[in-house]
């Protein structure tokens, strides 16, 4: 199966580029993904939807096919949904980043004791992005746990992609109040919203317009499957042009209902100009992880 990845290279050779960066993708302990697929083929209450996996394949197979898109750079992005998970996941991680090294050494965290000393110990080792999943973890943002890592974070300069967006379906402690007050403390920390912040896309990019570390990812925003659900403003497309230095390219391959390229064309169909897309698709993203 080649998942389309002939219209994936004339996308980016059209635009000049040299490839892709993708800063969502999905690489986890076989037995996690296990769960994580089954959980989506039980619509659980989390999606509440029927969701195909479209890339359901083995380890290698995945690998392979970001490489035959022309995936320069990605990510290993997991999370822990209870505490003592989250150093076992960081341990996993390091070394997959280590034998796969387009991959972008991922980390994550759960608020619970001991966190900012393996959050410390995986920065120390070369993280390079950290994944929080405020929907999954169920966690508040804002837990005094977490304080002194989002301080490391921020000093540091290292991203965090997260989940704060209430959708596919919301959260105790999901949406922009609580991500707000978190960077009203750390206005440098180099937040990365997930999914734009659907469905509060407004919201979020208003964060992005007042803090000028705060990024957003693509990831499944504007495809035919998530503009039924959580169509995004037409009104906010102006914003989208105005932060186009702060939206990067994500998919949440492999874990999409759709094949890859539809993220791309999704995003073409913005008509937002090639510059606009040279830059969300890798120039943004060379610029935080490949530029010394």
Request: hydrophobic share 45%; proline share 8%.
């Amino acid at each position: 199966m080649s998942g389309g990845s002939d219209e994936v290279v004339r996308f980016w050779e059209r635009l000049g580029l040299p490839g892709l960066i993708d800063v969502h993708t999905h690489f986890m302990p076989e037995q996690v993904l296990r769960k994580v697929w089954a959980y989506f083929d039980s619509a659980g209450p989390l999606t509440g939807m029927e969701w195909p996996i479209a890339y359901r394949h083995d380890e290698d197979e995945r690998l392979a096919l970001l490489r035959s898109f022309g995936v320069r750079r990605f990510t290993s992005m997991l999370y822990p949904h209870k505490a003592g998970m989250a150093a076992w996941l960081n341990g996993w991680a390091a070394d997959f980043a280590r034998w796969v090294p387009d991959c972008l050494h991922t980390a994550t965290f759960f608020p619970e004791e001991g966190v900012e000393r393996y959050v410390r110990e995986a920065v120390e080792a070369g993280a390079r992005i950290f994944k929080s999943h405020i929907q999954v973890g169920a966690y508040d943002a804002n837990d005094p746990l977490l304080e002194p890592v989002w301080g490391l974070l921020a000093e540091a300069a290292v991203p965090v992609v997260m989940h704060c967006g209430s959708g596919p379906a919301p959260g105790k402690y999901t949406g922009p109040e609580p991500v707000g007050r978190l960077l009203a403390r750390h206005p440098r920390l180099r937040l990365v919203v997930a999914h734009m912040g659907m469905p509060e896309y407004a919201e979020f990019l208003a964060l992005a317009e007042a803090y000028p570390e705060v990024r957003l990812d693509t990831t499944m925003a504007f495809t035919d499957f998530s503009e039924e659900l959580t169509p995004f403003p037409v009104a906010e497309r102006g914003r989208l042009a105005d932060l186009g230095d702060r939206i990067l390219l994500g998919t949440d391959f492999p874990n999409i209902p759709y094949p890859y390229v539809h993220q791309l064309h999704a995003l073409e169909r913005l008509e937002l100009g090639d510059d606009w897309l040279r830059a969300v698709c890798y120039g943004n993203a060379h610029a935080m992880f490949d530029r010394r």
